[in-house]
């Protein structure tokens, strides 16, 4: 039987009420009309991650290449062609780069929180969202217009939600995708001929001229999907600050441990968000060639789901797993391979999250805002959130009011 309405009705717990109810971190199952193993925990991701086991060509399902990733990007090469591609992308993520991404969200935030002095009620989702899009175009020198941040973020944001969604929300995801290359696509031409100049060390410059492995320029498209690879994720962020937003509303105790802005106890708590709210479910690959694992057979061409939710919550990897606890990193072994928010194994042979620690560096930064730049009453709201619903999200998107700044 076709498994397939069971994930949209279960959501980020698909995998794991199987692993549950049939006493197994593996089990097979059929999905969109095939067979599929669907499999938790760090061995089942050391398993994923093994080059030779899994390929990522004809994994994705179209919906989502339609959406989220885009056609011909990184997310769907194997072998030398994903390392070459992987390597650019790697190269803009070195440690001035992320120190500028630093610099970049506080100064967006601290703009941002001046405004909401005078509004009556913020919603941190929004904002947040709007934020992120002008720091992910400032940071790839991407030229946008302060008259446009609305319109572009509003893109960026549809075709987050349109991957798991139907109906009008899935066709906007697509139609808006369209606009977005479009867009990029005129600026990769800009950049080659000559209008636009940006820093040689930007995203914009390194992507419109990047050479693949037959030294031709990617084609126009091509670039314009890799460099919304960078944008849209950064703008996807957001889901992350609104859930930090939420763990500090809910845990004052572990927001006092924060008034000075230490460097390790904000990344603890940041990991820690990561780790516990649902956000980028599972990912798709397929088997290369046979093999056998753990007395299970992997047939050639078979879809492999990694679940990477259930994973962060393994009750054999994580200690009261469902208890928000930030000083739990002061104790994890930093394996690539259970902890997995953003894929597991290596960055730059992997496919593992190329925008990982810039992630890290806007959640420290939007985490120190919102727990010690401002002050602000939270009114009454619902902050429960849908394991169902992906990607999930409070349900008032986090509501406050009377903002102070505090500097
Ligand atoms: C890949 C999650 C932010 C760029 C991935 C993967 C996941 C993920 C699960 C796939 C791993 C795999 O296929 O094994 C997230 C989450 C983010 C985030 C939850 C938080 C918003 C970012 C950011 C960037 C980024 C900020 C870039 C600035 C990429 C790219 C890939 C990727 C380029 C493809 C890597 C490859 O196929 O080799 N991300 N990501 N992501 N992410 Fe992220
Ligand atoms: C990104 O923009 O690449 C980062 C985060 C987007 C997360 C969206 C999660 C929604 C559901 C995705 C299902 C993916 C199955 C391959």
Not at 23 to 35: A, C, N, P, V, Y
Not at 201 to 213: A, E, G, I, P, Y
Request: glycine fraction near 6%; hydrophobic fraction near 40%.
């Amino acid at each position: 039987m076709d498994h397939s309405l069971n994930v949209l009705r279960e959501g980020y717990l698909f995998i794991t009420n199987r692993n549950i109810g049939f006493q197994s971190d593996i089990f097979e199952t059929r999905l969109l009309g095939e067979r599929a193993i669907c499999m938790r925990g760090e061995e089942a991701a050391r398993l994923f991650y093994d080059p030779d086991k899994f390929v990522r060509t004809g994994a994705a399902p179209k919906r989502v290449l339609k959406t989220l990733f885009g056609e011909g990007g990184v997310q769907t090469l194997d072998d030398s062609e994903h390392h070459h591609r992987k390597a650019m992308f790697m190269s803009l993520m070195n440690k001035e780069a992320l120190q500028q991404m630093r610099m970049i969200t506080r100064k967006h935030w601290e703009l941002a929180g001046s405004r909401w002095e005078s509004a009556d009620q913020v919603e941190i989702y929004k904002e947040a969202q709007e934020v992120l899009c002008r720091v992910a175009c400032e940071w790839a020198a991407v030229p946008l217009p302060e008259s446009e941040a609305t319109e572009k973020t509003g893109w960026f944001a549809a075709m987050i939600e349109a991957t798991a969604a139907f109906g009008i929300k899935h066709r906007k995801g697509r139609s808006t995708r369209g606009q977005a290359e479009e867009w990029i696509q005129r600026l990769v031409a800009d950049v080659r001929n000559g209008v636009l100049k940006p820093p040689e060390d930007s995203v914009l410059h390194t992507m419109s001229w990047h050479r693949d492995l037959t030294c031709e320029l990617l084609d126009e498209k091509t670039a314009a999907v890799e460099i919304i690879n960078i944008l849209r994720p950064i703008v996807a962020v957001a889901i992350y600050v609104c859930f930090t937003a939420l763990a500090i509303i809910q845990q004052p105790d572990e927001r006092k441990k924060l008034m000075t802005s230490d460097e390790k106890l904000l990344k603890n708590f940041v990991q820690e968000v990561r780790r516990f709210y649902p956000f980028f479910p599972f990912v798709p690959a397929r088997v290369r060639k046979d093999f056998i694992w753990q007395g299970y057979s992997f047939e050639k061409g078979v879809l492999t789901l990694l679940d990477l939710y259930g994973t962060n919550h393994h009750p054999s990897i994580w200690e009261q797993p469902e208890l928000f606890k930030p000083d739990r990193f002061n104790n994890w072994n930093g394996s690539p391979f259970n902890f997995i928010p953003q894929g597991g194994g290596d960055h730059d042979v992997g496919h593992r999250c190329a925008g990982e620690w810039i992630t890290l560096e806007i959640m420290k930064e939007s985490l120190d805002f919102l727990a010690n730049k401002i002050s602000y009453e939270v009114p009454v709201q619902d902050v429960s959130f849908s394991f169902q619903k992906m990607p999930s999200l409070p349900h008032s998107r986090i509501i406050i009011q009377r903002v102070k700044t505090l500097y």
